[in-house]
Every structure is written in structure tokens, then in C-alpha cells.
């Protein structure tokens, strides 16, 4: 094929793959009349095919308008003569025609040439005849039924061509490969191509497995992102959730606590009430015999009352001494009123027992301090754990003469707690895992429905490396 005059068509942007022609016309230029005609026919019948006086835009290499000629073609028309068949230009397009993998139609309109001299993809494929001794209409009948024979492949296998090349010529850049539908049709088509004409080339292969490994890892990249916002999301509803349980217990735990300090302060407020402090004086400082004392028995009495109303809650008085650091037990709701020593209960006091103050302790009420004291923290020793609270007992001077004492037992906070503790573990089992589900169940109804194909295809690369 000769050079031809440049068409005054605009020139293609460069950044587009130029649309497919139905057939790439290759002669030579003492056929001319006969291609004239023939292009003529086909674009009557609605064919686009590709002729060099026509289709080289201005500026355009001749080379590389030639090329993109045979690349944007369904099919290779080859016009069989003597002086194609000698033409070296016609041979180098036949030869790019067979690295493109094109359907090859040779079509004979003179004869005289040397078999030899014709191109292997020329010699190998069947000819149809327009020779002038030919009936042109019905050779046209067969070249138009052999262009349109599995039309789709063919327009696939073009259209791929063009894309697998025009990203080869971009460097191989990733904006420029396949993605979602196109490329699920891609690989569809790669895998029937195995079993065609024309066969997928090798740049069709690895243009299509190049765009599956790129759309797989993307598909991944993506997941991860979702893991990544799934697990975020459960991860801070979490440290909400652990927060609000904190603070549910902390508020279970502080109203148990306030209701037992209710509790406390109305068993020494009631306890006060029945003590008179002159009385209490006379058993404390100056007891001649205190079993026997009226006073000490009446003490005793309303004391053993206090614990009958509020079983929780055991009173027992003391006064002070000369020694800073320590009390003496007055009177004891646990106490044996015969003082019976072997009849006493193993946590209760005896008459005037000595007892050492802990200096660290804050529910022991010293002389001259007014305001009821109540423990900060529950305490456990070898008969429970308990919450106490001390108040004064005063003479009818308003002197501090000794004090009330109120152990309660503070059982009922650990029960709460323990309670609360359970129950907030429960829900906070139960909040994980529906976060755990509700998130999966997002992820699954958010997967596109190409992510399982796409990755199916990626793998099935990977165990197929022939494809």
C-alpha cells in the first residue's frame, strides 16, 4: 500500500481509543479502482471499513496511522494481486495484522503471483475470488457473511486490543485499566476466546489479568476499609458502652451506699434518743456494781431495742479515758445482760473492755467532737464486712461524756454491687456480640455483588497462571 493524500478530518484526541471499523483494506496501489469500488459497496450496506486515502489524519505519521487502522479493525481484507504480493509496505501490515491476532479475509482480484512470495497469515487462510471473471455480487455475498461470523467476538477482540494498547502506551497506567461489568465481561471473553479465531494475543491477556489483580486488590483495599470503619465503630460503641456500664454501676453502687447511710444515721439518731447522757455518765465513770444497776440494765435494755427494730444494725457505746488512744466499752447490744461471760456472743464487748483507738480509723468519736462520723469504706474483719457511724452522747451540762457506736452490716452494698457487676457483664456480652453481627450483616449488604466475582476471578487466575 502507498502513501496517500492526508484527510482534512480533525485529528482524534489522544486520550481516546478510536471507534472500530468493520475491515482494514490492504492493496496496493495499482488496485486502486477495484478498492474504490469495493469500499464504495460496503459502505452501502451499512460497513465502515478502513481505507488509507480516507482515514490518515492530518499530522499523523503514515506508520502509526496505518497501525491504528489495522488495530480499530474487526477484520484484515487483504487484496490479493501480483503487486501486493510484492509489496513490502504490504507486507508489514499483514504481519502487524497477525501480532494483533486479526481475522485475516484475503480476497483474490489478480492473479500472475508468486505463490512464494505470499505472507504465511495470507497463504493459511481461504481465499474468496473478485476476479473479473468473478460474479462480484455474490463474492460480496461471502466476504460480507465471513466479516459478520461471530461478530461479537470480533468487536470484543478489537475493541480490547485498542484498550490493552492504549494502556501499554500510557505506561501501563491503572486509570486506564478495566473495571466492574467491563471487566467481568473481559474475562469472560478471555476464557471463550481460548477456543476462537481470532485467539486472544498475549497484550489482551495481560491487559484483562492485569485489570482482575488490580480491581481484586482494590476490592481488598476496600474490605479492609470497611473492617477498619466496622471495628472502629464497634471499638468506640464499646468504650461508650463500658462507660455507661461504669457509670450504671458507680450509681447502683452509690445508692446502696446512701440508702445504708440512711439507714445508719436513723439507728444512731434513734439510739441517742433513749440514752441519757447523765445516767450514761454514772455507768461510765462511776459504776459500783453495774450489773446491778438499774441504769446500766436500762442501757443495755434500749440498746438490745435499737437491734430489735434495725436487725442490721448493732449499737454499743463507749467513753473515753486519760489515755488518748483509748476507749472503754459501755454498753453492747450483743451483750449478755448477766454478763455471763461463757453465755456472751463471740463478737461482743465486756463491761469496761479496754480498747486500743486506731490512729488511721475515722469512726471513733474523741471527747469534744460533736458531728457524727461515719466510715468511708466498708471494712471486713472475722464476723463480716460492715459500715459504721459514731456520735456523742452528752450530759445535761451539753459536755461529751462518751459515745454511740452503730456497726451495720454493709452485706447489702456487696450485694448490689455483685448484682449490678452481673448483670452489666450480661448485657455487655450481649452488646459486643450484636455489634459484632449487626456489623457483618452491613458489610454483607454493602458488598457490591461484583466483589465476590471479581475476587472468584482473581483467584482463579492465581490457580490457573496459563489463562
Known amino acids: 500500500m502507498s502513501t496517500s493524500t492526508p484527510s482534512t478530518a480533525t485529528q482524534a484526541s489522544l486520550h481516546q481509543v478510536k471507534p472500530q471499523n468493520d475491515a482494514f483494506i490492504s492493496y496496493s496501489r495499482r488496485d486502486k479502482a477495484f478498492v474504490e469500488k469495493l469500499d464504495a459497496t460496503l459502505r452501502r450496506l451499512n460497513r465502515n471499513p478502513w481505507v488509507d486515502w480516507e482515514d490518515i489524519y492530518k499530522g499523523e505519521e503514515w506508520w502509526k496511522a496505518i497501525q491504528r487502522g489495522i488495530e480499530s479493525a474487526n477484520t484484515f481484507i487483504f487484496v490479493v494481486s501480483p503487486d501486493s504480493v510484492a509489496s513490502a509496505v504490504c507486507r508489514d501490515e499483514v504481519t502487524y495484522a497477525a501480532e494483533c491476532n486479526k481475522r485475516f479475509l484475503p480476497i483474490v482480484w489478480r492473479e500472475g503471483f508468486d505463490p512464494q512470495l505470499l505472507h504465511p497469515a495470507i497463504a493459511s487462510h481461504n481465499w474468496i475470488f473478485f476476479r473479473e471473471t468473478d460474479d462480484f455480487n455474490q463474492s460480496l455475498q461471502e466476504l460480507i457473511q465471513a466479516m459478520d461470523t461471530d461478530l461479537d467476538h470480533l468487536r470484543a477482540h478489537t475493541r480490547l486490543l485498542m484498550r490493552a494498547l492504549e494502556w501499554q502506551n500510557k505506561a501501563q497506567n491503572s486509570s486506564y485499566l478495566l473495571r466492574g461489568h467491563d471487566l467481568q465481561e473481559a474475562e469472560q471473553w478471555l476464557m471463550q476466546g481460548l477456543n476462537k479465531n481470532p485467539k486472544p494475543t498475549a497484550l489482551q491477556t495481560q491487559y484483562i489479568n492485569s485489570s482482575g489483580e488490580a480491581e481484586a486488590l482494590a476490592l481488598k483495599a476496600r474490605q479492609k476499609a470497611k473492617w477498619i470503619v466496622v471495628l472502629t465503630t464497634i471499638l468506640v460503641n464499646m468504650v461508650l458502652v463500658t462507660g455507661a456500664c461504669f457509670w450504671l454501676y458507680n450509681s447502683a453502687s452509690g445508692w446502696a451506699r446512701r440508702w445504708v447511710e ?103 468519736l474523741a471527747a469534744g467532737l460533736i458531728e457524727p462520723t461515719i466510715t468511708q469504706s466498708t471494712y471486713t474483719d472475722q464476723f463480716g464486712s460492715w459500715l459504721s457511724i459514731s456520735g456523742p452522747i452528752q450530759n445535761s451540762a451539753g459536755q461529751v461524756v462518751g459515745g454511740l457506736r452503730v456497726d451495720f452490716r454493709a452485706n447489702y452494698v456487696q450485694q448490689i454491687e455483685q448484682r449490678v457487676r452481673n448483670a452489666l457483664f450480661s448485657a455487655y456480652i450481649f452488646v459486643f456480640i450484636w455489634f459484632f453481627i449487626l456489623s457483618l450483616i452491613i458489610l454483607r449488604v454493602t458488598r457490591p455483588l461484583t466483589d465476590s466475582s471479581s475476587l472468584k476471578a482473581a483467584q482463579s487466575r492465581r490457580n490457573n497462571p496459563s489463562k
Do not use: C, M
Not at 450514761?280 to 462511776?286: G, N, V
Not at 459504776?287 to 441504769?295: D, K, L, R
Not at 457505746?317 to 450483743?334: F, R
Open 262 to 364: 440512711r439507714q445508719l444515721q436513723d439507728a444512731l439518731n434513734v439510739g441517742l434518743v433513749g440514752i441519757d447522757g447523765d445516767e450514761f455518765e454514772a455507768i461510765a465513770y462511776s459504776p459500783p456494781s453495774p450489773t446491778n444497776e438499774v441504769f446500766y440494765q436500762n442501757h443495755q435494755d434500749w440498746l438490745v431495742k435499737v437491734n430489735t427494730a434495725l436487725p442490721t444494725a448493732f449499737p454499743r457505746t463507749y467513753a473515753p479515758t486519760a489515755n488518748p488512744d483509748e476507749i472503754i466499752w459501755v454498753g453492747d447490744s450483743l451483750r449478755d445482760i448477766t454478763n455471763n461471760a461463757a453465755s456472751q456472743p463471740i463478737s461482743a464487748t465486756r463491761f469496761r473492755q479496754p480498747y486500743t483507738v486506731d490512729s488511721a480509723s475515722q469512726y471513733w
